[in-house]
């Protein structure tokens, strides 16, 4: 089994973008504090080669390599001129983005290739303003989903303990039942803030909306884990490295949203966080 992905694309896109967002669902996917390194190569007459960020992914480049650095298993992203059937005409003319992944036939893909495959369809989606197209219904009945749908129906498909477990081997977490009570305390407020994250930062992305109250919660379960017994300077490091991301997040969200109110409270908020732990932004 695999999964066949497509969105149409209005506007041509960097290699740089197609990374940080992919990165970027990955991170909301699998409840992860940093964005994982991607490598991107182009295929070219049979030939590859790692693409530079600022490389336009268009249709001089109709096939690219995605994967996670120095580990093997790619996804394929082929950019092709939509023809102008009946079937797909009311979407406008533009490049239409095939996302390829897993091995086909019966036998199921590398559980890491999946959701990369879906990661870089719902950051191509995100770019374009425009939904993902399941071709083979992998992820249910609907043919068309947004962003945020597919994100959901990933979490929620049969699949997705096997994912978990990939990539609790690849990012080195160890089981949770391997822990003392204090360290397995300590890794379940680590993975209750990795959820509310992804809920809150989820939310902007899709509404353009700050809801207070998933904020709050993320703030207490911050005091609840910076008060704990095993906070290490690891784990500090760890919790200062999402606080930079999440406010840089909101920066960049801010170029897009008209109520910016809200947001900036949290960024000062986030802000006045780091500040307490000892990173200090000007």
Not at 61 to 73: H, K, V, Y
Not at 270 to 276: A, D, T
Request: negative net charge; proline residues 4%; contains cysteine.
């Amino acid at each position: 089994m695999s999964v066949d992905l497509s969105v149409h694309c209005a506007k041509e896109f960097t290699v740089g973008d197609l990374s940080y967002h992919s990165g970027q669902a990955l991170m909301e996917i699998l409840g992860l504090t940093h964005i994982p390194d991607l490598s991107v190569e182009v295929v070219e007459d049979s030939k590859k080669y790692e693409a530079e960020k600022e490389f336009i992914c268009g249709t001089q480049c109709p096939l690219l390599m995605i994967g996670f650095r120095d580990i093997e298993g790619k996804v394929k992203l082929l950019l092709y001129d939509m023809p102008m059937t009946a079937d797909i005409s009311s979407e406008g003319p533009g490049l239409r983005a095939s996302i390829l992944a897993g091995e086909g036939g019966n036998r199921a893909g590398e559980p890491l290739r999946l959701v990369l495959g879906a990661s870089v369809a719902m950051a191509v989606a995100r770019m374009q303003d425009s939904p993902v197209r399941d071709n083979r219904l992998f992820f249910g009945q609907a043919a068309d989903l947004s962003p945020e749908e597919l994100r959901r129906a990933l979490r929620q498909h049969g699949l997705f303990r096997e994912i978990q477990e990939a990539a609790q081997k690849m990012f080195f977490r160890t089981p949770l039942s391997a822990f003392e009570p204090e360290a397995l305390r300590a890794l379940q407020i680590e993975e209750q803030i990795d959820k509310v994250m992804v809920d809150m930062l989820g939310l902007i992305k899709v509404s353009g909306k700050v809801d207070g109250n998933l904020f709050a919660k993320f703030y207490s379960l911050l005091d609840d884990a910076i008060s704990g017994q095993r906070l290490d300077e690891e784990r500090k490091r760890n919790l200062l490295g999402l606080l930079l991301l999440i406010h840089e997040y909101l920066l960049e969200e801010a170029k897009r949203l008209k109520d910016l109110q809200p947001l900036f409270a949290e960024v000062e908020r986030i802000k006045q966080r780091m500040k307490k732990m000892g990173l200090e932004l000007s």
